[in-house]
């Protein structure tokens, strides 16, 4: 199977062509081009955007060799609405796939509003008539199947927009979610799997956190702030240039002044052309005092989602790389906390989180409903593997594929 997904961020537009071979995943090929025209998960400026997003897409096909054309859509959360829905199908003997999706669709046919889409549908426990409670219900003899789902929507003008946008880049959407559903699963585990936590990813412009009990979310929120005004501190203190300040924060300071070096200096050009001179310590200090403010910013918006004990956090997103970061979370949490590690081969870094991990979660959703999906058809998986393609001998992309398939 073979899948690509996409997430269109205000700082960056991230795509990720993943294969699944017995049972792992391996990166194809993947994309980080800045982006222009989107804020806080709110497109501004179409053609920017589009723009953006082309350049993107020309970077996947020409590191592939063919043209993608299906995706899976990571989605903000800025507008989420979160309830729990139930409902009830006759079975009169033993439950199939066929049956499982009927009462999942019933669930939200007999409760969601028609100007609202669904963006996330889960179910929490599937009961048997006898009063039995299962996870998987396929095999189980009964005359009739219940379910609770927890259910995650969002007006239908706002993902349309979006629908449109990735329609006028040529992709069809085959499958839309919050980015932060696969946040959580590319980093969950038995553990947290069974317990109540906390995922957030702080990303450039906004930082979203979501509720997940078992696994499966519950409710979330986005907050308006973000990695950018690290940068705006950065600019606004030192009188520099906003990419040379985004260069400075990830390049060479560490997110907690505990791990900085007072002796590790660089010399800079300000705005009025006199040369200045940082050092690390300094730079970590102004980064570390407006990372503390977000994460207690985060820490109230925890404590409105839920009054329920939390016993883990995952976070993710790009400034979770920085050196010293899990010091700061320490300060305010005193629950188990996972930082992203992404070590996977081709997208080493927590800003492609979303990207592999929804394609996971769709995959793990396929396999649960009894389909199988591949986006790319019989024709261009063939010109991906190709021998007789007029490709250098030690392409990557080729050697990785074959030696996936040959394996």
């Known amino acids: 199977m073979i899948y690509t997904s996409i997430d269109l961020g205000s700082n960056t537009i991230k795509i990720v062509v993943s294969m699944k071979s017995n049972e792992k995943f391996y990166v194809l090929a993947s994309a980080n081009i800045k982006s222009k025209g989107i804020k806080k998960g709110y497109i501004k400026d179409k053609e920017l955007v589009l723009s953006s997003l082309k350049n993107a897409i020309d970077s996947i096909n020409k590191d592939l060799g063919i043209e993608i054309k299906e995706v899976l859509l990571n989605f903000p959360m800025g507008e989420a609405k979160s309830t729990i829905e ?44 006898n009063g039995l409670q299962v996870a998987e219900p396929k095999g189980h003899e009964t005359k009739y199947l219940s379910v609770r789902c927890a259910v995650s929507t969002i007006e239908k003008d706002y993902l349309y927009e979006y629908l449109e946008l990735l329609h006028e880049a040529g992709l069809e959407v085959i499958d839309v979610n919050y980015g932060i559903v696969g946040d959580y699963f590319e980093s969950h585990n ?42 705006k501190d950065i600019s606004y203190v030192y009188k520099i240039d906003r990419k040379y300040a985004t260069s400075l924060k990830e390049n060479f300071a560490v997110a907690s002044s505990k791990y900085a070096d007072s002796n590790d200096v660089v010399e800079v050009i300000n705005q009025s052309g006199e040369e200045i001179k940082i050092n690390q310590l300094e730079i970590s ?11 207690k910013n985060v820490k109230l918006e925890v ?31 005193e629950c188990d906390k996972v930082i992203s590690n992404m070590i996977t081969l081709g997208v080493r870094s927590n800003i492609y989180t979303s990207c592999l991990g929804y394609i996971k979660y769709y995959d793990d959703k396929l396999k649960f409903r009894d389909i199988k999906h591949t986006m790319l058809n019989k024709e261009q998986i063939d010109k991906l593997t190709s021998k007789k393609k007029e490709v250098d001998k030690d392409s990557n992309i080729i050697n990785k594929l074959k030696s996936y398939i040959e394996s």
Do not use: C
């Open 285 to 295: 200090q102004i980064i570390e005092a407006r990372l503390d403010e977000i994460i």
């Open 303 to 333: 404590n409105h989602l839920t009054n329920r004990e939390i016993s883990y956090i995952i976070i993710t997103g790009g400034i979770t790389n920085l050196t010293g970061f899990p010091y700061l979370l320490d300060m305010e949490f």
């Open 86 to 129: 139930t409902s009830e199908v006759s079975v009169q003997g033993v439950v199939t796939g066929n049956h499982i999706k009927e009462v999942i669709n019933r669930a939200v046919e007999e409760n969601i509003p028609r100007e609202l889409e669904v963006i996330y549908l889960e179910p929490i426990i599937f009961e048997l008539d």
């Open 190 to 231: 038995h553990d947290t799997d069974s317990k109540l936590g906390v995922l957030i990813n702080i990303g450039y412009g906004k930082t979203e956190i979501g509720i997940f009990n078992k696994g499966v979310f519950l409710r979330g929120v986005s907050i308006p702030e973000g990695s950018s005004k690290l940068d």
